[in-house]
């Protein structure tokens, strides 16, 4: 038997035991809802534009005790982003959902964007994901687009050497070429100019071929021309050129020395 003896020292001693009790009060923030958001930067990559589309999702949850109201979900920045799931979430405890973004370019591009999360966690009220794509494409580019053959006399012949350019990062296709003129047609344009070969053509990225478009008026009428050129450039498939042009009776040129 095992006894025990408590002894208390009254009067003399410099020293007293007390008996204090210390009660533990849970902070108040605990409680708040707490927003998580994972991952916070999306890369989509490279996608061909006019044939991908990138998909994917990021999530949300609540940490907290109380719920998390999820009143926004906006885009800013660069177009080609897309946010496809609703924008309005109220996630209990432990709860979380999942956004569903796309991302699809137009032409050869690099884009980039920022999601903004908005919600009552008392600590973080905008929640941002980062976003960003590359787009690969063919971008075709005429030099020159526009022209005017001014004050030509009649039955002479002016010519211009027209430059077709691949600006992109893909081959680029020339699936055809159409021919719109006023009547009557003065102008002339030969697909087979410069040895291209036969339709289609292909022109590698940084690369060129070349054209020609003649014109011999053969009245003072003024005359236009358009070239419709399609190609696997998904931005400008249908391109078009512009050419004018007016002939006259006759040109005078005078030197002095």
Request: charged share 20%; glycine share 6%; aromatic share 10%.
């Amino acid at each position: 038997m095992r006894v025990y003896l408590l002894l208390f020292l009254i009067g003399c001693s410099d020293y007293a035991m007390t008996h204090k009790v210390v009660e533990y009060v849970e902070p108040e923030d605990l409680h708040d809802p707490n927003i998580i958001v994972t991952p916070s930067d999306i890369d989509f990559g490279h996608l061909i534009s006019g044939s991908e589309i990138g998909s994917t999702k990021f999530s949300i949850a609540n940490a907290g005790q109380k719920d998390l109201e999820i009143s926004d979900i906006t885009l800013v920045g660069d177009s080609g982003f897309e946010i496809l799931s609703e924008t309005e979430y109220v996630l209990e405890n432990a709860d979380s959902v999942e956004i569903i973004v796309n991302y699809n370019p137009e032409t050869m591009e690099s884009k980039t964007a920022t999601i903004e999360v908005s919600s009552n966690d008392p600590d973080e009220p905008l929640t941002e994901v980062s976003l960003k794509g590359y787009g690969d494409a063919p971008v075709i580019e005429v030099d020159p687009k526009m022209f005017n053959f001014q004050d030509i006399p009649m039955q002479c012949e002016e010519e211009i050497s027209v430059e077709v350019f691949n600006n992109g990062n893909l081959d680029l296709k020339i699936a055809g070429i159409n021919e719109y003129s006023s009547l009557p047609n003065d102008f002339y344009f030969d697909e087979m100019n410069f040895f291209n070969g036969q339709l289609p053509w292909v022109i590698e990225p940084n690369d060129s071929l070349n054209i020609s478009v003649s014109y011999t008026p053969k009245d003072t009428v003024s005359d236009t021309f358009n070239l419709e050129i399609i190609s696997n450039d998904p931005a400008s498939g249908v391109y078009l050129t512009e050419y004018y042009g007016n002939g006259v009776y006759s040109k005078t040129i005078i030197d002095q020395y």
